[in-house]
């Protein structure tokens, strides 16, 4: 679901940059994540616990990896340096 693109001020505050997030837009969170995808920046709230993590790994569709995967074999490692 995508919203409709609204427009809003950058600005500095502090030695950091800052985004005014208009009020249909606004998180009922106190800490967000952010990172980029696919030159887009992306704001989200942070994630609480394991039980999401394994609700995406549960939405995977049933035939990820049903090939497997391929896996190098172990490196020879000298123990004795």
Do not use: H, W
């Amino acid at each position: 679901m995508t919203s409709p693109s609204v427009t809003t001020r950058v600005f500095k505050s502090g030695n950091s940059q800052a985004v005014r997030i208009p009020k249909e837009f606004q998180l009922d969170v106190d800490e967000v994540e952010i990172f980029k995808r696919d030159g887009e920046l992306v704001l989200r709230p942070k994630r609480k616990n394991l039980l999401e993590a394994l609700d995406i790994l549960a939405s995977l569709p049933d035939d990820f990896m049903k090939d497997g995967r391929e896996d190098l074999p172990p490196q020879e490692r000298d123990f004795d340096l």
